[in-house]
């Protein structure tokens, strides 16, 4: 047991060490582009309370496994974890940011 749990740790700080890797294939100008937590802040109170997204029947997932539409509620609670990250791929200017929620956030689809 000792040995899967030291092979879980190495898998996991690998992959969490791939993730931080930034690409810079080709550059890109961030000048006068304010991404702060004011700029997300803003973001956050223009989501709305409830997105349901998605089909309004069943589709088919796997064979014998059929899902509905997804429904996501409480993404006003969301708040920024951390501070933005920007980054360049292929040319285009990205924006990595990290929410958490302290109160209840949902996601849930109908399956049968």
């Given at each position: 047991m000792g040995f899967a749990k030291v092979l879980g740790l190495f898998a996991l700080l690998s992959s969490t060490h791939a993730a931080m890797l930034q690409r810079t294939d080709s550059p890109c100008d961030f000048t006068n582009v304010n991404i702060d937590?004011?700029?997300?802040?803003?973001?956050?109170?223009?989501?709305?309370?409830?997105?349901?997204?998605?089909?309004?029947g069943?589709?088919?997932?796997?064979?014998?496994?059929?899902?509905?539409g997804q429904t996501f509620e409480g993404l006003r609670n969301l708040r920024l974890l951390g501070s933005p990250t920007s980054y360049c791929s292929n040319g285009t200017r990205m924006v990595q940011a990290d929410f958490l929620s302290d109160f209840d956030t949902h996601f849930w689809a109908p399956w049968k």
């Open positions: 937590d004011e700029v997300f802040s803003r973001m956050v109170a223009k989501l709305p309370e409830r997105i349901e997204y998605g089909p309004h069943y589709r088919s997932l796997l064979p014998g496994l059929d899902v509905g």
